[in-house]
């Protein structure tokens, strides 16, 4: 089976190559994003722009604007018309597709982006090892840690922007609407595992004057939550409590009404998940309920939602841990009964669902 | 504009997104070919197969054929199809698309695809600095050559395999074809300038017993090409001589029937083309020939193998030497004129054009 079968529709053919030449046409896309070539085209409109108008206004050599925008020619991210051969050779115009469009301005592609180049790239060259050695081998390109979440405050300046801004977005948007739904059962405490940089915690304490609530992280993490908490003005009602979550011994702090558990399972293999939510049952107090909020893939509105999950899960396989990823319903559903928890109501908000469990 | 926007088709939000998304998703193809799994999943057929059953028959974990495979979905080369929620979990099966068919048996795709990983991966990080710094930075990961043919001899041996895999690949289908036109014309001998292996010196000195071949090259490519001559029996007609094609100082050896320059000139920029053009015309016997083999993107029969030549443009600009690229035959029409040269007659032969020139 080779090109030449004429069996094999086209865009099948195009699909495989352009998955051999990824990497390559990936970094065209991303150096035409961030210097400018993608909104130089874009400004040219209907008219098209040539390469020389193109490197002027992004202040590029022309080599650099004829590479990259071939690149993107090949990922439709930009169409070609061939014009007149002028004494420059060939001239032809460049212009904006859809798809470049939202490369340009859709805020979660840019974020996506910029995660996998500064985050991702290249230890995802080490993603056979990973598997392999069961462990992150792609962080050694930052440091030794076992896993991302022990170095997360020391990466690179630009590293941690990503990281965070990455992880940032898909929470910003449903935080608010899922606060109003846990503080509305007036819940008197709450233990927020692995609350990271305490944004959770902050806008929860600020809904509720009443609401006291314990963030469980790494050291590091808590050090930046607590500065957060004190300049929001609510760190007298946020306190912190240093744990490793895999060390299965140490219990989490007893007798709360909300123990909340967002973007925090999917970094954990699934065994650790069942120990995880037996220490988070523990936690509760009576008629308490504990909280997971996960992207599953089988629970999103489109392939493009399910493709985004199922790429994270590579992220976590090479770079965060090697043994966690972006679970399926089921799977999580069956690590809540393993926990002895009860699945009460499972509610859908957009990409994310909210699964409230009490004890079994 | 968002994916909100109801005025964008999906498909380009997915396109957008799958670029996002590519370098993690590669590696997951990559090694999803390479360690049996898009294998077992063929095998499977119609049937279709789980996970646990591709762990089994690839030998991994199951976690680890779950990211795989899921990164393999994002990328359509296997669909999917969720079964009755078993004991195990979620445990849809897994069939191979026409993609997916292609990734494991097109052989073009799978060359790509180890050239990309082997050679320009790690590299093609470092795109931006290579424009900035006009070198090709991402180089670097292999040694401190100025060019990757400086090194090339020396480059690791895997590295070195995908290298000269894929260089060969692209030539050895047009080379017999090409060489009974250059030897129908009868030279008495012919300088094969970057003549690399020696593949074509050898296949030349094996069709016509009276030919006698001067290969221009690097001293390192020379000491394989004079190797593989002495393997086939030919040494006593090829000679070698060393040579910095950038050096323009220094002239060919003169007095040349034919002068052939096969997939060599897309290693320069169209300043150092046009000089090694004019030394090639300088090293013409009168009446000789001077040939240019050339992969133009302008003259590829799809938009496939449009894709595939411009993608290589970005392993010049970041791997190979920082200036060159994969050429229109514009560009290199104009070359030949600037080099005092005469454009006789094009031939087009599949994805490969023959220029064939004569002094002005």
Redesign the interface.
């Known amino acids: 089976?080779?090109?030449d079968d004429a069996s094999?529709?086209?865009d099948?053919?195009?699909?495989?190559?352009?998955?051999?030449?990824?990497?390559?046409?990936?970094?065209?896309?991303?150096?035409a994003l961030?210097?400018g070539v993608l909104a130089a085209v874009e400004k040219s409109r209907k008219r098209g722009i040539t390469i020389a108008e193109v490197a002027e206004a992004a202040g590029?050599?022309r080599?650099?604007v004829?590479?990259?925008l071939?690149?993107c020619?090949?990922?439709?991210?930009v169409s070609y018309e061939?014009t007149e051969?002028s004494e420059h050779?060939?001239e032809g115009r460049y212009r904006l597709?859809?798809?470049g469009?939202?490369?340009?301005?859709?805020?979660?592609?840019g974020i996506?982006?910029r995660f996998?180049?500064d985050v991702?790239?290249?230890g995802?060259?080490d993603?056979?090892r990973a598997?392999d050695e069961?462990r992150p081998a792609g962080l050694e390109v930052f440091g030794s840690w076992p896993t991302i979440y022990a170095g997360l405050s020391e990466l690179p300046v630009q590293v941690k922007k990503s990281w965070f801004d990455f992880d940032h977005v898909y929470s910003d948007g449903v935080f608010p609407v899922v606060a109003k739904q846990v503080l509305g059962a007036r819940p008197k405490n709450l233990l927020d595992v692995g609350g990271n940089t305490g944004k959770w915690a902050v806008l929860c304490t600020g809904l509720d004057p009443d609401l006291r609530i314990t963030i469980l992280d790494h050291p590091g993490q808590l050090a930046v939550a607590t500065r957060n908490a004190h300049e929001a003005g609510c760190a007298d009602r946020i306190g912190a409590h240093p744990i490793d979550l895999l060390d299965h011994t140490q219990p989490f702090p007893l007798g709360y009404d909300a123990v909340w558990m967002s973007q925090c399972l999917d970094c954990f293999?699934e065994a650790d998940i069942v120990e995880i939510l037996r220490r988070g049952r523990a936690a509760l107090a009576p008629g308490g309920v504990l909280y997971v909020l996960e992207s599953f893939?089988?629970r999103q509105a489109?392939?493009?939602g399910?493709?985004?999950v199922?790429?994270l899960?590579?992220?976590?396989?090479?770079m965060a841990n090697g043994?966690s990823?972006m679970y399926?319903s089921?799977?999580l559903?069956?690590c809540v009964e393993a926990a002895g928890l009860v699945l009460g109501s499972e509610t859908e908000l957009g990409s994310h669902t909210l699964f409230s469990c009490t004890a079994a």
């Open positions: 089976m080779t090109q094999i529709p086209l099948h053919y195009r699909n495989a190559q352009q998955i051999a030449f990824a990497p390559l046409t990936f970094q065209a896309a991303r150096v961030e210097r590029l050599e080599y650099a004829r590479v990259l071939e690149g020619l090949s990922l439709d991210l061939p051969r050779g060939a597709t859809l798809s469009k939202l490369m340009l301005h859709d805020p979660l592609v996506n982006m996998v180049h991702c790239y290249r995802a060259f993603l056979e598997i069961k293999s893939w089988d489109s392939e493009i399910r493709n985004a199922t790429a899960s590579l992220y976590f396989t090479c043994t990823r399926h089921d799977d559903r069956q």
